[in-house]
């Protein structure tokens, strides 16, 4: 009995703590934004700018690069993707370009790219991008076929209007505003010097300030060879302003169609006091906090600066509430389910062992591309941080197919992203993009460890070439019949 409750007790410390790490760095400076972008791409986008691109009725050749292009821009993890993919699909984008677009952002972004080169190597970036971009469009495809019966009738009820490109523009505000808001996500989350370097600093006396640090390590490990991120007592304190951010939320936002109240003020100023708290630097050294203003600090200032000006100016009443309620909305909807499912992978992870993967992974079989898949999935990283893990494996000897295979299924798919998407498209359509994702990723490993292995690029390029020109035949096929059963 006491081995039971040492164990469960052991598995509820490990989704308590991850789920504290995760809260801490990722939530602010990327799910925040995200939900503000998306908010704002639902509320003052017209559908007609949407279908124009990514429509199911816009030709294939500028739906899909246009949904790929948009992707590469945003260095972002399976989570903070998914509003964006849901403002973008409920605004009208076709499933297959929506489905580009969310497996292109978290797994071949520029930044991802880059870093992936300058860790691990050119070749498995450029193997990475390639594959990437190939099996983006092979699964938007695949997904739009296999669906296309349920987009037709979709309720969403494109006009003829918007499914021919429309002729509603957006205004140059709104699209200011939105610019303005992926400006400040991309800001945040970028890992370059002239961001995260401290320019200014100054010490805030707090003599405890090492001990409560200790307390917190004790609680929430930090180990960078892991991505056990940890928490500060920087990280602490967002908790807390998170919480009392979702509080006032609730109370000025559950109902602002009806117009704004105290509670809607208070919210936007904490939402802007912790995403400025969360750009500065902040270390425990003896005697206090050393507090450092990066240029993520001037960056985030600014942008919200400009926002501030463009609430208070320039959207009209009507646009402001409406993109306060999309923002909430996703919020609401979302955040919920994230908090479960990041939870519930850090009871996994006390589970699962990165060594068994490794044992499994030492050489470019089927199994070992699978187990990169499985590790992937349930041992999920925040975006670039999989950069890293992938590079201990590869010095533990971890095969470069199966790790290829691992570093294109981690900022794709996770428990928590999985059970989101379920809430937006739905069990089928979330299992049919899981199973594509797992398969093309395991593919893409042992294509890209056969090369390495020796096999000609020529023969590699034919026998992916006809494997994707069967399964095209396959489903074809298989909806043919399917519209035949239903007398289409």
Not at 104 to 132: C, E, H, K, M
Not at 411 to 435: D, F, H
């Amino acid at each position: 009995m006491d081995a039971t409750i040492s164990w469960t007790l052991r598995l509820l410390h490990g989704g308590t703590a991850n789920l504290a790490a995760y809260l801490a760095a990722h939530v602010l400076l990327c799910l925040l934004p995200a939900f503000a972008i998306a908010g704002a791409m639902s509320a003052l986008i017209p559908s007609g700018t949407v279908t124009r691109f990514l429509g199911p009725r816009s030709p294939g050749i500028v739906s899909y690069p246009a949904a790929a292009a948009a992707g590469s821009l945003l260095a972002v993890c399976s989570c903070t993707i998914v509003p964006l993919f849901a403002a973008i699909y409920r605004k009208g984008a076709g499933l297959g370009p929506a489905i580009t677009f969310l497996f292109f952002a978290p797994a071949a972004n520029i930044l991802a790219l880059v870093y992936t080169g300058g860790v691990i190597g050119v070749d498995l970036a450029a193997a990475r991008l390639l594959l990437s971009l190939v099996f983006g469009f092979g699964i938007g495809l695949i997904m739009a076929l296999l669906f296309q019966d349920q987009e037709v009738a979709d309720p969403r009820g494109l006009d003829d209007a918007f499914a021919a490109g429309g002729t509603a523009r957006i205004r140059r505000v709104a699209l200011v505003f939105l610019l303005v808001w992926i400006a400040l996500l991309i800001g945040g989350t970028l890992k370059l010097d002239l961001l995260t370097r401290s320019w200014l600093q100054f010490d805030w006396p707090w003599p405890d300030a090492l001990s409560w640090q200790a307390e917190l390590d004790h609680w929430v490990p930090h180990d960078a060879s892991k991505g056990e991120e940890g928490l500060s007592l920087q990280g602490a304190s967002l908790i807390v302003l998170l919480a009392a951010i979702a509080g006032s939320a609730w109370r000025g936002l559950e109902n602002i169609q009806e117009g704004s109240n105290r509670w809607t003020w208070t919210s936007l100023a904490l939402v802007a006091l912790t995403l400025m708290l969360a750009a500065l630097s902040v270390e425990a050294v003896p005697g206090g906090l050393r507090v450092g203003v990066t240029g993520r600090f001037a960056c985030v200032a600014a942008a919200l600066a400009v926002i501030a000006q463009l609430i208070a100016r320039r959207l009209a009443d009507d646009e402001l509430r409406d993109w306060l309620w999309e923002s909430w909305r996703f919020a609401r909807q979302i955040f919920p389910l994230l908090v479960v499912g990041v939870f519930i992978v850090g009871m996994v992870r006390v589970v699962l062992r990165p060594e068994w993967i490794e044992s499994l992974a030492g050489s470019n079989s089927l199994l070992g591309n699978l187990a990169g898949v499985a590790f992937g999935v349930f041992m999920y990283f925040p975006t670039l941080v999989e950069v890293p893990i992938a590079r201990m494996f590869l010095d533990l000897g971890m095969h470069r197919g199966p790790l290829l295979a691992y570093l294109m299924s981690d900022p794709e798919l996770s428990l928590q992203s999985i059970l989101i998407l379920s809430a937006i498209i739905g069990r089928r359509k979330t299992g049919a993009y899981v199973a594509l994702v797992a398969l093309f990723s395991t593919g893409a490993g042992m294509t890209y460890g056969a090369w390495i292995d020796g096999t000609s690029p020529l023969m590699l390029a034919l026998s992916l070439a006809v494997s994707l020109a069967l399964l095209a035949g396959l489903l074809t096929l298989a909806s043919k019949r399917s519209a035949a059963d239903k007398g289409v």
